[in-house]
Structures are given as C-alpha cells and as structure tokens.
T-cell receptor
Framework: QQPVQSPQAVILREGEDAVINCSSS?????VHWYRQKHGEAPVFLMILLKGGEQKGHEKISASFNEKKQQSSLYLTASQLSYSGTYFCGTEPPSGGSYIPTFGRGTSLIVHP | KAGVTQTPRYLIKTRGQQVTLSCSPISGHRSVSWYQQTPGQGLQFLFEYFSETQRNKGNFPGRFSGRQFSNSRSEMNVSTLELGDSALYLC???????????FGPGTRLTVL
C-alpha cells in the first residue's frame, strides 16, 4: 500500500520553510526521500533507517518516527533550486528484501 | 564518474509487440533496480537485480522480466505490450541495493 504524502502541493517564496510528511499504514524499516525536477530523473536525497535518526542534506533534513510509521522532510530557507516533486519511498521490514513503495509526491514551487 | 545510462531514451511501439530496455549502472555498482513511472500510478518498483540474480520483485505481471549481466548491465523486457505500459521506465543503481540509489534519465515508452 502506498504511503500517503501531505501536502500534495506547496508554494513558497525564497527563504521560507516547508515540511512534507509521509505516512504509512504498515511498519517501516526505512524511508527514502527523492526530488524530481520536471523532465528529469529522481535524485536521491537521503535515507532514514529504523531508529529515529535525523539526516541532513544541505538545508534539507528529515526525521523518521518508526512508532508513528511516518517521516517528515524539512526544507529550511528554501531556494529556487528546491522546486520539484518530492517523493518518499518506504521499505517494510521484510527480512532483507528491498521492495520500496512510493508516495504520490508533493509538488514544491519556490518563487523569487 | 559516469552516471547511470539508459538506452534508448524514447521508444514507440504498438500493442502486442515486445520491447527491451537497457541500463548501464555506475561503475562498481552491483545492484540495479527498475521502476515504472506514470501520472496515474506514480513511481512503482518493478524488480532489483544483484550479481546477475533477481533479488526482489514488485507486483507486476510476468510480461515484465529482466536480467543482469556479469558486468552489472541490466536489461528489462516487456512482452505483449499493452496501452497501459506507456510510461517512463527508470533504472537506478547502487552499491548494494536499498541505500543511496542513482537514477538514470529513463526510457520513455509509448505504446500505440
């Protein structure tokens, strides 16, 4: 079952912050975050493993709450280059198998 | 370091035909995963190959198959094409699957 991302779309001005959430109805082993710009391939941002560790990539960070089966992506002081669609990919605990399921994406538009 | 390459970039086929897509991973990466991306279903995992063996498989019919060669290059085959197979097919490579994945530019398949 696909994880649910919210919100579906975010419009920001440069310098503003945003939070994108990813929730699953199933137990999770890991959460991956990707950004895809229009007409391009997805770019890996970070992976969070079971344990609640927060990761960071430039001014983008994420948290993973395995008890709540959800992850949040934090974009701080957004830049124009942050525009794109953000996907979360979730991986259930299935004995070492990697079978990710992806959210439908959150479209982020950053205006000057 | 060269990125993931996919060929061809664009393909037009008719229903009932079959198609083979190719993916060359980043040098040193042994895991290759394939994904289908459509506006309706989003990003969906097809399968993962590691050291010439299919390690994981998503929920797709048997018409979708793949293989990996000793040099880690991978091919994906779709037989008896249906209109619904029109999609962007992405492959991604990683050192050992599941962690940081690098996507190729994709093959845009149109089935008429």
């Amino acid at each position: 079952q696909q994880p649910v991302q919210s919100p579906q779309a975010v419009i920001l001005r440069e310098g503003e912050d945003a939070v994108i959430n990813c929730s699953s109805s199933k137990a999770l082993y890991s959460v991956h975050w990707y950004r895809q710009k229009h007409g391009e391939a997805p770019v890996f941002l970070m992976i969070l493993l079971k344990g609640g560790e927060q990761k960071g990539h430039e001014k983008i960070s994420a948290s993973f709450n395995e008890k709540k089966q959800q992850s949040s992506l934090y974009l701080t002081a957004s830049q124009l280059s942050y525009s794109g669609t953000y996907f979360c990919g979730t991986e259930p605990p299935s004995g070492g198998s990697y079978i990710p399921t992806f959210g439908r994406g959150t479209s982020l538009i950053v205006h000057p | 370091k060269a990125g993931v390459t996919q060929t061809p970039r664009y393909l037009i086929k008719t229903r009932g035909q079959q198609v083979t897509l190719s993916c060359s991973p980043i040098s040193g990466h042994r895991s290759v995963s394939w994904y289908q991306q459509t506006p309706g279903q989003g990003l969906q995992f097809l399968f993962e190959y590691f050291s010439e063996t299919q390690r994981n498989k998503g929920n797709f019919p048997g018409r979708f198959s793949g293989r990996q060669f000793s040099n880690s290059r991978s091919e994906m085959n779709v037989s008896t094409l249906e209109l619904g197979d029109s999609a962007l097919y992405l492959c991604a490579s990683s050192r050992d699957g599941g962690n940081e994945q690098f996507f190729g530019p994709g093959t845009r398949l149109t089935v008429l």
